[in-house]
């Protein structure tokens, strides 16, 4: 998916993305608050021509841009073009609703439980949720090698289990362990040899973090793994949901 905006078609959890309304000094038209009653929420103002005024406003983790007429008693809604077809309304929603959403997302892997893959000072980092019973997650290991030896990208490994009974108290073994890189690596490298054994007693505070792990894919509505998220050269979150091919994985993890 291109765009964080298409990742948000699958319905972010409205509990993880929360942007503030206009401030309340900042007095709605009552047409506009006609659009807030209906459960929409008002996220910045912006330009538009021809006496409109436009509002960024998130509807269902989705946004929408508003556009209320000069008699400030109508309100039209969806994207404006101009004659030489330029969409007027992308540029406004990505800066008022779509960037502050990715800025938000980014935030909760960060804050997330994670087992980390490669040198912490590489460039470029690379978020996934990963299964320990998932052959796509060994393969974008795999694939993912050139870079991460190289020091260019660091991968984050937000441990789930969702394939297998076992895969939740595997994923438990590897946050638990002494090195939990180093166990992670061991474990990628066997591929199928794998010797990595579900952990019979997990303790309380790992099982926290795994619950959490898995909470936030719940908010995301992810269903798969490897689910994969990285920032793009414009600064954009980007979603690769399973092992890329090999012109995604330009794109996911930069030049060698």
């Known amino acids: 998916m291109p765009r964080l905006r298409h990742l948000l078609t699958l319905s972010l959890g409205a509990a993880l993305l929360h942007l503030p309304s206009v401030q309340a000094a900042e007095e709605l038209p009552e047409a506009i608050k006609k659009i807030e009653a209906k459960g929409a929420r008002i996220v910045g103002q912006f330009d538009a021509p021809d006496g409109l005024r436009g509002y960024a406003a998130q509807y269902q983790n989705r946004g929408m841009a508003l556009y209320l007429t000069p008699d400030g008693k109508h309100v039209l809604l969806g994207n404006l ?7 007027l309304s992308s540029a406004p929603l990505q800066k008022l609703v779509y960037a502050p959403m990715a800025k938000e997302v980014w935030a909760k892997f960060e804050a997330s439980n994670w087992i980390q893959d490669g040198n912490k000072d590489a460039p470029r980092t690379v978020y996934l949720f990963s299964d320990p019973n998932c052959p796509y997650c060994n393969m974008f290991w795999e694939q993912a090698r050139p870079w991460v030896k190289a020091g260019k990208v660091q991968l984050r490994h937000i441990m789930v289990g969702i394939i297998r009974e076992d895969s939740p108290a595997k994923s438990a073994a590897l946050l638990a362990a002494k090195d939990p890189a180093k166990a992670l690596e061991d474990h990628e490298k ?13 303790p309380a505070a790992v099982q926290t973090k795994l619950a959490a ?9 992810l269903q798969a793994t490897p689910a994969i998220f990285y920032m793009d050269d414009k600064g954009e979150l980007q979603q690769q949901q399973g092992a890329p091919t090999p012109d995604k994985l330009a794109k996911i993890l930069g030049p060698k």
């Open 81 to 87: 073009y101009d004659a030489d077809g330029n969409d």
């Open 190 to 202: 066997a591929g199928k040899a794998s010797t990595l054994k579900a952990l019979k007693n997990i």
């Open 213 to 221: 792990n898995m909470q936030l894919m719940e908010d995301l509505e």
